[in-house]
């Protein structure tokens, strides 16, 4: 930076005085003080004026200047422990670790949709008001915009593009991958104040705490029964439309739950097993049927006759009992 070039000018008249060329020796002093005004004079009735001084400064240059730049200079200095990303604030950071901890603390009032940023929940909020004219062929769910009915679809299929690299599981969507990476990190930061159990997810703590507290916020408009999540609202309403969303590729037979599905194909088109006991290398099509085998090896009778008090490690076994009862 050779010079600092200074013009004079006149608030009221609107006018410029010429430029001058201030000396380079004064530029770093100049720099850091406010110029003084000069007067100027009316060129018609030479009244005394206020007048301000414009500096031109070279932008490129003083930023160029290693001595008072990097003072004025934002610096990223609140990195993500999670990735690695760098955020000017930590009000920003703490924003966007949500993301990893799928802290959703904003929620729909009408259809309980939950969010990590207000913004998030005031941009959902017009979907409820605005004409939804692209509607699934299988469920009858309607979307704003055809991009959202495409996403839609792949729950009603098989595919799982996004595969986790640790385990192979695959998912039908990005978010879902990412939610499930977080179960690999082993971190909890959610802990329940109640019973002291941890969880990865900030919904899974708020949904676990509904059941110390027996609250079931969410009621049926069809019937009395309420509900503590609204994914499970959704699957007993359709015992009341008669909504079958999820269609065999094999058989065609239709299904309420996905996870319906899954078992059927499995028992009935594959013979997958995925579910292996720990014990005894023996496999299972479900997990409930491997939790139901295990009391074989634990000797647990969690199911208990009520008249008699006699237990029995099968719900079959307390049922034939009651039979026999009755027959009495």
């Known amino acids: ?158 595919a799982r593009p996004y595969v986790c690299s640790q385990c192979g599981q695959g998912f039908k969507i990005s978010a879902q991958l990412k939610s499930h990476m977080i179960s690999h990190s082993g971190y909890k930061p959610y802990v329940c104040p109640e019973c002291g159990q941890s969880f990865v997810r900030y919904m899974s703590l708020k949904y676990h705490r509904l059941s110390h507290t027996g609250e079931r916020p969410l009621s049926c408009p069809e019937c009395p029964m309420t509900f503590a999540r609204p994914h499970t609202l959704m699957v007993h309403r359709r015992q009341h439309t008669g909504e079958t969303p999820f269609s065999c590729q094999d058989c065609g037979k239709r299904f309420k739950q996905g996870c319906q599905l899954k078992d059927h194909v499995r028992r009935k088109h594959t013979g997958e097993k995925p579910y292996k006991c720990s014990e005894c290398d023996k496999c299972f099509v479900t997990s409930a049927s491997r939790k139901v085998h295990m009391v074989v090896h634990t000797g647990e009778k969690p199911y208990k006759c009520t008249e008699c008090c006699r237990s029995y490690s099968q719900s079959g076994g307390l049922k034939r009992h009651k039979c026999e009862q009755q027959t009495r």
């Open 1 to 158: 930076l050779n010079s600092v070039k200074t013009e004079s000018y006149d608030p009221e008249m609107g006018n410029t005085r010429g430029p001058t060329e201030s000396d380079p020796r004064t530029d770093a002093h100049q720099l850091g003080i406010k110029t003084e005004d000069a007067p100027l004079y009316h060129q018609d009735g030479g009244r005394r004026l206020r007048s301000a001084t414009v500096q031109l400064f070279n932008l490129a240059a003083l930023r160029s200047e290693p001595e008072w730049w990097p003072r004025n200079q934002k610096v990223r200095r609140f990195p993500c422990p999670d990735c690695g990303q760098k955020f000017f604030s930590k009000t920003t950071l703490e924003l966007h670790s949500r993301i990893h901890t799928q802290y959703q603390p904003y929620s729909c009032e009408v259809c309980h949709k939950t969010f990590s940023r207000k913004g998030g929940l005031v941009e959902h909020r017009p979907i409820h008001e605005v004409e939804r004219p692209f509607a699934c062929l299988q469920c009858g769910r309607t979307f704003t915009f055809k991009s959202n009915l495409t996403r839609h679809m792949r729950f009603h299929s098989d």
